[in-house]
Every structure is written in C-alpha cells, then in structure tokens.
C-alpha cells in the first residue's frame, strides 16, 4: 500500500486541516513535475460528526492509483463546534490549495464521498472551483436534509442514549464536551460488531456519542445551520405533511447548506450508490437526487444495492461499486471544462 503525502491545506483558529495524496507507483516522488494526474477527491463518511481521511474505501484508492490517477483523502471541520458553513470554507480553501500542486489536474478532479462525506462530496460538487467534472455517492447524506427523518426525534432511544447529559446549545456544547474541530480519529465501518455489552452505549462526550444524540433527539439541523432550534422550527410545520413548503422555512443565508435546494443542471454527473437495507441513511435521500438530476437532465446512475446496509466491504465494491471506475473515466475523456 502506498504511503500518502500528507499536506495542511488550511488553517483555522490554530487548527491545522491535512490531506493525504497518494501517487501512483509510476508518478515520482517529487511534486516538482508536472504530472497533470486526474485525481479522485474523497471524504470520509461518519455523519459529519466523526472520522477522519484516515477512513477511504480502501478499493477506491486502488483502483484509481491503478489507472493512474491520483487519490486524495481530505479532512474537514466537524460539526460541533463548527457548522456548514465552516466546511463549505474549508471546501474553498481546499480547491486553492489544490491548485498549488503540480501533480494534479484541477481540470480533472472527481469527488466522492461515503456516507455524510457524500454530503461534502455534493457541496464541492456545488460550489468546488472549478467545478469537478465528476461525483460518486455511496451510501451518501444530503439528498434530503429536509425530510422528517433529519428533525424527528426517537424518544425511545434517548433514554439509553443520553446518559446524564441532556441539556446543550451548538455554542456551547463543544467547549463542555472538550471537542476539537478536526479528528485523527479513522471511524472504520468495518469495525467488530459485538464489542460493546447488551445495552452499552458510546461514551458519553464522545463524537460518536454525540452523533447519536443528534439524531435520536431530532437536532441534526441545529448542528448543520448552527441555529439552535431551527429542527422544532420544521417540526413544528407539520414535518412536511399537510402541504406546508419546508423549503420556504429556510431563511436564504441558510439556503446554501441544503444540496438538494442548490443543485442545478451544473451538476457533475454522477454515480449513486445506496443499499435497499441502509437502516442509517435511507436509500429516500438518493433517490431524491436521482430524480432531480433525471430531472434537469444530467447524466445519472443509479445502482440500488438489494439488501445491502450502511457498511463498506470488497464484496460491496466488486458487485456494486467497481463500475465507477469506467464511469469517471467518461467524466474526464475531455478535459474541456464541465
């Protein structure tokens, strides 16, 4: 396995953002020729609360150091203490920095994401400059921030979840739980099930305690947005039923955090890849896309993984996922600006 390049491509409040390029055996060492490689641009998944770019799809990275290309696995601000707002900057400084790099071709750059990386993925497939002329989703979040599924709460895990902390705000809930805005910490889907006691929860405190807390108490949005309260605003709408316009409950600041509310026929064309079992981010969100890049007319495919879930495995990549690879090279048959 190749070693990465490890480079800090931003710095913010003295917290320093890495990436990881990996170069394919035929590419020197040296950054100082320009090789021009096609790059795959990747974001790890843990719901935008957890992970690392420790965490890749592991055939992903081979597969595109085997056709030559370059593979790059970015950090990004977490949520808590920092919002969308603070990843859709670091995907702004992360596009400049690229282009200080000679080896790569920002002509040619193609994002993934898996899980809520997929929503990072999506916001650079948006607002990256210039604009990738390609986008892999697996599994991915930000389809369909405004489904009930975001702002409903499960009382009958909060309980077991909570612990004794139940009270917090998006301000001040970083400083009490000692979280920093980064992770070296690689949240690896195929983790040992079994580990953990009947009944056992994540600490309480942790990233992945509080991922789990935001979702059972229906506050995701409050995290994304920074506005506490902002999920019992959609909640108390009617959850989208009775025909009340959720979208219009989005103050136009907020607008630009919403991938669904922002995609336009622009948009790179795409791989979207959802298992039918996913108990975690339900296969609705890539659907939706689907049907709104079917819509505007930009190039789609769609693979509805029958009876997979949420995780990642060699399986999953060779009945399912290999044929990105194939497709992202359509993507970049030209290097004519999408």
Avoid at 41 to 58: A, D, E, I, M, N
Avoid at 222 to 238: C, M
């Amino acid at each position: 396995m190749p070693e990465p390049q490890t480079f800090v491509y931003s710095t913010v409040n003295e917290c320093e953002i890495h990436l990881d390029l990996y170069l394919p055996a035929a590419a020197p060492a040296s950054q100082e020729a320009p090789l021009a490689l096609p790059v795959v641009l990747f974001f790890h998944g843990g719901g935008v609360f957890r992970g690392s770019r420790k965490s890749v799809l592991p055939e992903l990275k081979d597969a595109a150091l085997f056709k030559n290309w370059a593979f790059i696995s970015a950090d990004y601000r977490l949520l808590l203490p920092s919002t969308g707002f603070d990843i859709l900057t670091d995907i702004a400084a992360l596009f400049t920095f690229l282009a200080t790099l000679p080896a790569i071709d920002t002509a040619r750059i193609m994002v993934a994401g898996h899980s809520g990386g997929a929503y990072v993925a999506r916001q650079a497939a948006i607002h990256g400059t210039p604009r990738p002329r390609g986008f892999f989703s697996v599994s991915g979040q930000g389809g369909h921030l405004l489904s009930p599924a975001y702002f409903t709460p499960k009382p009958y895990l909060q309980k077991k979840l909570l612990g004794t902390y139940r009270k917090y705000s998006t301000r001040s809930s970083a400083e009490f739980l000692g979280l920093k805005e980064c992770s070296e910490f690689a949240w690896e889907w195929r983790e040992r099930r079994g580990k953990r006691k009947a009944g056992e929860v994540p600490v309480v405190g942790g990233r992945a305690w509080l991922a789990g807390m935001a979702a059972v108490m229906g506050t995701r949005l409050d995290f994304l947005t920074g506005r506490e309260g902002f999920s019992g605003v959609l909640r108390e709408a009617g959850g989208g039923g009775g025909g009340v316009d959720l979208e219009a409950l989005v103050p136009m600041a907020m607008r630009v955090l919403f991938p669904e509310l922002m995609m336009g026929g622009e948009f790179p064309p795409s791989f979207v890849l959802h298992g039918t079992g996913d108990k975690n981010v339900g296969i609705g969100e890539s659907e939706k896309t689907v049907k709104e890049l079917e819509r505007m007319g930009v190039e789609c495919v769609f693979v509805a993984a029958e009876n997979w879930g949420h995780g990642w495995s060699e399986e999953v990549w060779n009945r399912w996922g290999k044929d990105v690879v194939p497709f992202f090279e359509r993507c970049i048959s030209d290097k004519t600006e999408a």
